[in-house]
């Protein structure tokens, strides 16, 4: 077998263990076993501890796949014409990674590197958002009050209901959603109580939800 074969064969089981991880972490969260990952992907441990030499890595793997797919979803949003619809799109995909990989939080708090990695894939979309919220304002199409700061709201609380709701009423957030989405329509807006959140404020709320 060639060196270019042995790279590609490689590279392939990396693949099928991410993809066993990421659907058992879903499932069980830290909980899942490597050895139950092994069989799902069909590799034995040590081709496991060659790409992940620990847990920690393959959580760690998963988790940046997991991240890095979110922040393609809100890049490809910030590009579209439509702020409205890329708005409430990027919303609607997140939240449906959110419902399927719920386990993944678990798999998030267990370790001080999925935390790290949650605050940096944070960062990353912060300026993301604040460009799909100025968009929409700037067509007309947001309420003028809402402030990037409010977006992890709209996800802190429809994950809520997730929790309590999808194994009860699959999918039944998106009729949450759509009701706040109707509250960030500019028409029937009604001035907001309070100001959004402060920076350190949002820090401090972040780190409880992690």
């Known amino acids: 077998m060639s060196t270019r074969e042995l790279r590609s064969d490689a ?68 590009a579209e014409e439509d ?28 370790t001080e590197q999925g935390r790290a990695r949650a605050e940096a894939m944070r960062a990353r979309m912060r300026p993301l958002l604040a460009q799909m919220v100025a968009h929409a304002q700037e067509q007309g199409t947001l309420r003028s009050d809402f402030d990037p700061k409010d977006v992890p709201l ?8 997730i929790e309590v709701t999808e194994s009860v009423a699959p999918g039944f957030w998106r009729r949450y959603l759509a009701i706040l989405f109707d509250g960030l329509r500019p028409g029937s807006a009604t001035p907001l109580p309070r100001p959004p959140l402060t920076g350190p404020q949002l820090g401090r709320i972040a780190g409880r939800q992690a």
Not at 53 to 61: E, V
Not at 98 to 103: F, L, P, T
């Open 83 to 110: 702020a409205w619809a890329a708005l409430t799109g990027f919303f609607e995909h997140a939240l449906e990674l959110h419902a399927e990989n719920r386990g993944l939080k678990d798999a998030l708090a267990a």
């Open 11 to 78: 590279r392939r089981n990396r693949e099928r263990i991410l993809a066993s991880a990421r659907t058992l972490l879903a499932r069980d969260g830290a909980d899942a076993s490597v050895e139950e990952i092994t069989r799902d992907a069909g590799v034995g441990m040590g081709t496991l501890y060659r790409h992940f030499p620990t847990k920690a890595d393959l959580i760690d793997a998963v988790l940046a796949d997991a991240f890095d797919e979110i922040v393609r979803t809100a890049e490809q949003a910030v």
């Open 154 to 161: 709209v996800f802190w609380t429809c994950s809520r209901v």
